[in-house]
């Protein structure tokens, strides 16, 4: 049988030399940055070297669309153990968005299959996003033009003569996916470690000995208006820089006599902050509605939920009140679309943040990653619905339903959105009002860009413009709606019935941790602390004890170094791939503040570092700094804490 890897030539997005941007366009020099391996893709390599490993007839394909540059990347890819490597380079896949990428790949899977480089019996394996565009888009939107399973965010598997089983992650913890239908796509986390590469001289002469095979437009038959910038769904129409804010910091240093004093007046400080009341955001306030005369698009705004543990997820409140917000500025109506058995808890939870319909749909498992069958239901409803706005969360499952949705609709995505404005927008050389503006970081958080979506209007069926946005990024507020119809459709036409089973596993979630957006204090837990032991006794203990003192309850959160090391699940990861956190007070803990990082918790009241290095990012960014090993800091600031709690 055949792996096919996917393999994503990236810009090494930690390193982008000043001498690259070009500061007053807002955009970037290509050929001045550093290209490398997406290293998501290599361990999706490494996973098709371990399959190899338990079955000899494995040949691990390992393919790649970019410029003819990335040959030296599929030569590292040979070195490494792959059979064979295809580069489907040509100038006219330039500027391809997501959805026009997947449909080259899925093509040049198919032109493998049809000259016979590969056979029917294939998985693909990828990773399960890109470093540096970060959307997760593509493998979901491969797998529906393959008309594949998509098994993603795995993170261990094993193969025995006829099935895959695939340990996958999944908003709600975790489960195993076994199948044996082929073709599938499954794509990789980094919590899969299992073999390090090793590349001994004969590798390296063997890479080189290796033609890589370039694979051009014409050498396969596509519809040439779906590739490159024309196939496009989306475009970039603003790309600019993240604000930088200066704070006044305080800097403690715990090597000082006055260390014990100075944090103890912090720490009323912070007890005085946290006392006060919330102040109330007016982002439920709708704005004026706008001129519709010149409109692009038409049709209402859907908000698509998640049950998450048998409850409606806070996230989806979230979605469902900036739909409600841009519908009343459009002047339609805000609807939510759920995977679930027809609820009226739901329906009247959802009525009170304004929202007036509600589609129920039945028969499929609420809890399950079967993406396929749910994203085909839901694509079914948003066809007959026709809304010119859809939002979803960027949780471990929307950020793949979504994609595939996309793609049956045939239709833009822009991932990961901070912000969604309706502005006048010049489209096709016209202006038009209330098009939706999908704002998110790019190049890991580099630089943000403002996307649009772009659709032929003229068509019969015009696909709505599609964000998600990460969980914790909007407020959900509260706006009652007079009444609130109810829908209930079956998902059961839409079930493909691919031959897999799936068993749930309970994850190890402690807990308390289900929602880190409602803490109002969140200690994080950095690479500093580098067991879990060290997270068990140094800083569970740490939060129980500031518990006391705030009387309020401490969510931890971790950095994604932690999340990468198995220490702590997924849902404790605060950042530009994990939840977006606006609590009083934050405590980053051995936190070096990378941009991914920051942006998940720069609208935090007062943040405190403790760091040994005075110069780490995050301390620029903090109103107090204790200098210090975190273990030693620790230990002083709970004495001060103990004092205090018995005042
Ligand atoms: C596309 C993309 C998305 C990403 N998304 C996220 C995301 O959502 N969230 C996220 O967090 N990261 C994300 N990252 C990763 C991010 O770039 C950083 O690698 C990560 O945040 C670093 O984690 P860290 O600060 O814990 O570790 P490090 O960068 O290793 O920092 C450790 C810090 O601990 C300090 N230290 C060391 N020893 C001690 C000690 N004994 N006591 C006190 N301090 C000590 C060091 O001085 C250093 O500042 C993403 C990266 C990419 C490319």
């Known amino acids: 049988m055949d792996i096919i890897a996917f393999a994503k030539y990236v810009p090494n997005i930690d390193r982008i030399p000043d001498n690259a941007w070009d500061y007053e366009k807002g955009t970037l020099l290509r050929s001045r940055l550093q290209m490398h391996f997406n290293s998501y893709d290599q361990v999706a390599l490494n996973m098709a070297l371990s399959i190899r490993q338990q079955r000899s007839d494995v040949r691990i394909t ?33 500027g391809a968005d997501t959805i026009a990428t997947a449909y080259v790949l899925s093509e040049g899977i198919k032109y493998l299959q049809s000259t016979g480089k590969i056979s029917h019996e294939y998985a693909v394996i990828c990773g399960m996003q890109s470093t540096d565009g970060d959307t997760a888009q593509v493998p979901a939107q491969v797998a529906y033009y393959l008309d594949a399973p998509l098994y993603p965010y795995v993170t261990d598997l094993t193969m025995n003569d006829k099935e895959f089983s695939f340990h996958c992650l999944n908003t709600v913890g975790a489960m195993t996916m076994t199948t044996s239908q082929f073709p599938l796509v499954a794509t990789a986390t980094k919590l899969y470690k299992k073999l390090a590469f090793y590349v001994s001289l004969d590798d390296m002469v063997r890479a080189n000995n290796t033609p890589i095979s370039l694979i051009t437009v014409d050498d396969m038959s596509l519809d040439v208006n779906r590739i490159g910038l024309t196939g496009s769904k989306t475009r970039v129409i603003k790309i600019f820089f993240p604000e930088k804010q200066e704070k006044e910091r305080q800097v403690l ?34 704005s004026e509605q706008l001129d519709t005369s010149a409109s692009y698009y038409s049709g209402d705004c859907v908000s698509l939920c998640e049950i998450v543990d048998g409850y409606l997820s806070q996230s989806s409140l979230e979605t469902s009140s900036r739909c409600v917000q841009l519908a009343q500025q459009l002047g339609v109506n805000a609807m939510a679309v759920i995977v679930s058995k027809t609820d009226a808890e739901v ?35 948003l066809k007959d619905l026709k809304p010119q706005i859809v939002i979803a969360s960027a949780t471990l499952t929307g950020r793949v339903i979504a994609p595939y949705i996309s793609a049956e609709l045939n239709g833009g995505l822009t991932a990961d959105c901070s912000a969604l404005e309706l502005r006048d927008t010049v489209l096709k050389k016209e202006t038009y009002s209330n098009i939706l503006h999908q704002i998110r970081p790019a190049l890991g958080g580099n630089i943000m860009a403002t996307i649009v979506s772009i659709y032929d209007n003229t068509e019969d069926y015009v696909p709505p413009q599609m964000a998600t946005v990460r969980p914790g990024v909007l407020d959900a507020v509260e706006a009652p709606a007079e009444s609130c119809e109810v829908v209930t459709v ?21 807990d308390e941790q289900a929602d880190l957006t409602s803490f109002e204090v969140i200690v994080c837990v950095g690479n500093a602390v580098d067991t879990p032991e060290s997270v068990d006794q140094v800083i569970r203990p740490f939060c129980r004890q500031l518990e006391r003192v705030f009387n309020t309850p401490v969510g931890l959160g971790c950095t994604r170094a932690i999340v990468d090391k198995g220490m702590l699940p ?41 760091n040994t290095n005075p110069e780490a990012p995050l301390n620029s960014f903090s109103d107090v700094v204790l200098l210090g090993d975190y273990e030693k800091v620790i230990e002083q600031f709970s004495g001060q804490l103990s004092q205090l709690s018995v005042q």
């Open 490 to 510: 079956s998902a059961s036409p839409y079930k493909l019935n691919f031959s897999e089973t799936y068993t749930p596993h309970q994850v190890q979630q402690d």
């Open 347 to 381: 329906v009247q939870t959802l009525q009170t943040y304004g929202i007036k319909k509600v589609v129920f749909i039945e028969d499929l498992d609420e809890d399950s990653v079967c993406v396929h069958d749910r994203a085909r239901a839901i694509a079914a409803v």
């Open 253 to 286: 240093d715990s090597r000082k006599d006055n260390f014990k004093s100075e944090i103890t007046d912090m720490i009323r400080s912070q007890i005085r902050l946290l006392g006060q009341s919330a102040e109330l955001t007016d982002s439920g306030v709708a």
């Open 570 to 610: 997924h849902n404790h990861q605060i950042g530009q791939t994990g939840v977006v956190i606006k609590p009083k007070l934050y405590i980053g803990i051995g936190v070096s503040g990378a941009i991914q990082h920051k942006i998940g918790m720069e609208q935090t009241e007062m943040i405190l570092s403790i």
């Open 62 to 94: 390992v393919l790649s669309m970019g410029p003819s540059s990335a040959t030296d990347m599929l030569k590292e890819a040979i070195a490494y153990g792959a059979d064979q490597a295809f580069l489907l380079t040509d100038k006219k896949f330039a």
